[in-house]
């Protein structure tokens, strides 16, 4: 069945949250909503308990407890199926985080979900209870600082535990680098900048060293990754909107809305109208 909402539904922290943030701890037997919906803040969560079944993106993760899973706010989630379950969350708003934390949440994204040791997921819980138990002291007249600082400290232990399972940045070469310099540039502009020349110019370098540090560390062309990104936004609008090819085409910066589907298919394997009619059935 088609979606009613013309664009991607964002799920909004409620008016009770606190300032940007929010946090809360569910049990759960069976699931009671399935709708694809991003978040509207940096996201964890935390899975104590039971069983989930997750598609993030088009792919699909069968997450056991103890793990946790984090949500950039550009990323298309759904639920697919789970049983008892309970689950610690928390999602943060930009304004709310520390400058450094908040740049390595772009960096790590898109993570996949990560298992915990019992010794990590022990620490984690305490932190979780004490940013719990700061955001119900209302009457607290450092509320929101307690909330606000805790909730970074547990956001930094848990970007850690992500960061724990890379190979750590002093270690990368300078190809490699690069290519992470490009790859968060591309997020921020994709919609506006199609030229690998135009990234090389951002970052300084010629656009064949651009190409070659990119494709001795990711396998792809700079090009390959420009169209990649593309599509897979091109996907969530198609699968998780009502809008038109040709809408979503100007949204992504192509005027020739022609152009833009024979792209999509030639990357999808499929056309961008069969995509959107295979998933709206």
């Given at each position: 069945m088609r979606k009613n909402d013309q664009h991607i539904p964002v799920n909004t922290m409620t008016e009770n949250s606190g300032q940007g943030i929010s946090?809360?701890?569910?049990?759960?037997?069976?699931?009671?909503?399935?709708?694809?919906?991003?978040?509207?803040?940096?996201?964890?969560?935390?899975?104590?308990?039971?069983?989930?079944?997750?598609?993030?993106?088009?792919?699909?993760?069968?997450?056991?407890?103890?793990?946790?899973?984090?949500?950039?706010?550009?990323?298309?989630?759904?639920?697919l199926d789970f049983e008892k379950i309970t689950v610690c969350s928390l999602s943060v708003k930009d304004e709310n985080l520390n400058p450094d934390y908040l740049k390595l949440l772009e960096e790590i994204a898109p993570a996949k979900p990560l298992e915990l040791t019992n010794e990590t997921n022990s620490t984690l819980s305490d932190i979780f209870r004490l940013c719990y138990n700061f955001s119900i002291q209302k009457n607290n007249k450092l509320h929101y600082s307690l909330l606000k600082d805790s909730c970074n400290t547990l956001v930094a232990f848990l970007i850690s535990q992500f960061l724990d399972q890379n190979k750590p940045e002093s270690n990368f070469s300078r190809f490699e680098i690069v290519a992470k310099s490009f790859k968060l540039l591309l997020e921020k502009n994709y919609c506006n900048s199609k030229s690998p020349s135009g990234y090389a110019d951002q970052l300084n370098i010629s656009t064949s060293y651009l190409n070659e540090c990119v494709k001795n560390t990711t396998g792809s062309s700079v090009s390959q990754h420009i169209k990649n990104r593309v599509v897979l936004e091109a996907k969530r609008m198609l699968y998780h909107s009502e809008k038109s090819i040709k809408e979503i085409s100007f949204e992504l910066g192509y005027d020739d809305h022609s152009y833009f589907s024979r792209l999509f298919t030639k990357a999808a394997g499929i056309s961008a109208l069969a995509f959107q009619n295979k998933n709206h059935e």
């Open positions: 946090i809360d701890k569910i049990s759960l037997d069976k699931p009671d909503f399935k709708h694809s919906h991003r978040d509207d803040g940096y996201t964890f969560h935390i899975i104590e308990k039971g069983v989930i079944h997750i598609e993030i993106d088009f792919q699909k993760y069968e997450i056991h407890a103890p793990s946790v899973v984090y949500m950039h706010p550009n990323q298309v989630h759904r639920i």
